[in-house]
């Protein structure tokens, strides 16, 4: 198992799992509600970014990290886990007001259709805000951006340059969608990509588009998703956190939150077909 890890702000994640969810906002405010979330996404910035050429063509670099994602995906899809993901509304204190935390498993039927079962759901305390079936769809469908060979054709991807994180040599890309289309979700941000393995190891961006219809507001915040060598060359994600301020016409209303993964375990295997061969006798 390759064991490169690299450091998450003053911290190292090892041993805890998480992944990336981030959701839109319901919040009270005068007549009815309104979703919302944050502002557009701000670049991580080109500090400690260098501009050196690649090793290889940029496309052919894309292609390659397209065709690892791929596997990941495939792999990953025969993970069980735990998942504990929790927001907050924090006051001008920079103090917690109010608290929504559910924890649940994500796990294979007898018949091996995946699900989840919600284990731990304390009453929410949340006051200024609530979850929409948005945010639930959201956390499961765009968050944990894969950026597949089948996606790839959506998106305009920029090479920036090279930067080292922590042990890890990295390719930089700003990724963006080139159309936005109707009832469709879509990362926007910046994504580290592995120059050994060819896989994503870290996401920084927001969910778009934000939506204002309808006398709502439906806005995302900014996330940054880690992700961790678990399972030979896939890169799986281990840790989000979110800490933003979600602006609508009323005001701002400052969130955190965290997701976190555990107990990664494999329940299935990953059939690889490929061509027929001759044996001789």
Do not use: C
């Not at 990953?76 to 735990?82: A, E, G, P, S």
């Amino acid at each position: 198992m390759n064991s490169r890890r690299f450091a998450i702000a003053a911290g190292r994640v090892s041993a805890v799992i998480g992944i990336l969810l981030v959701s839109s906002i319901v919040v009270a405010a005068g007549q009815g509600t309104l979703e919302v979330g944050a502002s557009q996404t701000a670049q991580s910035g080109t500090a400690g970014i260098s501009d050196k050429a690649p090793s290889l063509p940029v496309e052919q670099i894309i292609q390659k990290f397209a065709e690892r994602e791929d596997e990941f995906k495939k792999e990953r899809d025969n993970y069980t886990y735990t998942q504990t993901f929790v927001i907050q509304t924090i006051d001008a204190n920079d103090q917690p007001d109010g608290e929504y935390r559910m924890t649940s498993d994500i796990i294979f039927t007898p018949d091996g259709k995946r699900t989840e079962h919600v284990t731990d759901a304390p009453p929410p305390t949340l006051q200024r805000i609530q979850l929409s079936q948005q945010d639930l769809d959201d956390l499961e469908h765009v968050q944990p951006f894969v950026l597949t060979t089948a996606a790839l054709p959506k998106y305009n991807v920029k090479y920036i340059g090279r930067q080292q994180l922590d042990e890890i040599s990295t390719y930089v890309f700003d990724v963006g969608p080139k159309t936005l289309e109707k009832n469709q979700r879509y990362f926007q941000g910046r994504v580290w990509v592995d120059d050994a393995d060819m896989e994503i190891v870290k996401t920084d961006g927001k969910a778009v588009p934000d939506i204002k219809k309808h006398g709502q507001e439906n806005v995302f915040p900014r996330f940054e998703t880690y992700r961790e060598n678990i399972e030979g060359h896939y890169w799986f994600p281990t840790y989000t956190r979110s800490d933003d301020v979600l602006q609508f016409s009323t005001g701002g209303v400052h969130i955190r939150m965290t997701v976190k993964y555990a107990n990664y375990k494999r329940f299935g295997s990953t059939i690889k077909i490929g061509p027929a061969t001759q044996i001789k006798q």
